[in-house]
């Protein structure tokens, strides 16, 4: 099956430390994405990458890393400079349709809850 | 940059109720335009987009949007809703080209209710 897997689903962690989520995908897409979901926020940008080894910072980027090392793969690095870091993360990847937009399709999402 | 509003944060309907959902988008070039549902536990998933042509766009589940340039509006509508359309809906909005073309903007989104 194609698709985007991010894990784990619940995160729990110590206020302090950082933690790592994963994203990956199997749909050869070259565009990946991480946002943030806090209730009556909507989503917002924390960084994006549109080919292996390059990653630009989104609206949201501080207190917050990323790698892209392989085109599968995009892990999301939240350190202990994020000053509010429980909420929901979503991790993204697109293609370009054929005559038409970047097309985003999302993973199931991370529940980071910090303690 | 973009920006996009969606003016209704909860909305609450009866089943067969008509429905629709406002939003409007900030920007000054060409845009693409999005509606992705959330229901309950599952994926964000696309319900439709607009990118060119017809503005009257049909997705799946029997939603449709209208995309109207000169009210920079794209609104959400289905004419009969269900109990299974409970979810949370987002409009978003990207750059027709350009850098801006691979980042989404999203609103803040729309939680619909329907009672049975």
């Known amino acids: 099956d194609g698709g985007i897997t991010q894990s784990p689903k619940y995160l729990f962690r110590k206020e302090g430390q950082n933690v790592t989520l994963s994203c990956e995908q199997n749909l050869n897409h070259d565009a990946m994405y991480w946002y943030r979901q806090d209730p009556g926020q909507g989503l917002r940008l924390i960084y994006y990458s549109q080919i292996v080894n390059d990653f630009q910072k989104g609206d949201i980027a501080e207190g917050y890393s990323v790698s892209r090392e392989k085109k599968e793969s995009f892990p999301l690095t939240v350190t202990s400079a994020q000053k509010n870091p429980t909420a929901f993360y979503l991790c993204?990847?697109?293609?370009?349709?054929?005559?038409?937009?970047?097309?985003?399709?999302f993973g199931p999402g991370t529940r980071l809850t910090v303690l | 940059a973009q920006s996009v509003s969606q003016h209704n944060h909860h909305v609450i309907l009866s089943e067969a109720a008509s429905l629709e959902l406002g939003c409007n988008y900030s920007y000054g070039g060409t845009v693409n335009l999005f509606w992705y549902v959330q229901y309950p536990g599952q994926h964000l998933q696309l319900l439709l987009k607009?990118?060119?042509?017809?503005?009257l766009v049909k997705g799946i589940k029997g939603f449709e949007a209208e995309f109207i340039k000169s009210k920079f509006s794209f609104n959400l509508r289905k004419p009969s809703v269900q109990w299974s359309d409970t979810a949370e809906y987002f409009c978003?909005?990207?750059?027709?080209?350009?850098?801006?073309?691979?980042?989404?903007?999203f609103g803040k989104g729309t939680k619909l209710s329907v009672i049975p």
């Open positions: 607009y990118f060119s042509g017809d503005p």
């Open positions: 978003a909005v990207n750059a027709g080209s350009g850098a801006g073309s691979y980042q989404l903007t």
């Open positions: 993204a990847s697109s293609i370009k349709l054929a005559g038409g937009p970047y097309e985003q399709f």
